[in-house]
Nanobody, 117 residues
Framework: QVQLVESGGGLVQAGGSLRLTCAAS????????MGWYRQAPGKQRELVAD???????NYADSVKGRFTISRDNAKNTMYLQMNSLKPEDTAVYLC???????????WGQGTQVTVSS
């Protein structure tokens, strides 16, 4: 089992920044971080950014140039640096990871990001 815990969310004014953290524990030796998703009220969960094991990143068009995904394998942690935040970025942000052996996808509980105009 892998446990993922997100942190770093909060209330910020438009134009501000936040840095989200996804900390993994448990069977981390068989785990690969996959990416960050978000879900706003009444909307479907959407991919924000993902990161391959080889370090290739991919971003949703709506966050390109503003968000940066990264990871620190030594700390079993993945990050999402969010700059120039907009009200439409308001959502619960969740991280996920993949067990390489079973193919099972783990999810964190999410952290709320609220951007005021």
């Amino acid at each position: 089992q892998v446990q993922l815990v997100e942190s770093g969310g909060g209330l910020v004014q438009a134009g501000g920044s936040l840095r989200l953290t996804c900390a993994a524990s448990g069977r981390v030796f068989s785990m690969d971080f996959m990416g960050w998703y978000r879900q706003a009220p009444g909307k479907q969960r959407e991919l924000v950014a993902d990161l391959t094991s080889g370090g290739i990143t991919n971003y949703a068009d709506s966050v390109k140039g503003r968000f940066t995904i990264s990871r620190d394998n030594a700390k079993n942690t993945m990050y999402l640096q969010m700059n120039s935040l907009k009200p439409e970025d308001t959502a619960v942000y969740l991280c996920n990871a993949l067990d390489r052996y079973s193919g099972f996808k783990y999810w964190g509980q999410g952290t709320q990001v609220t951007v005021s105009s």
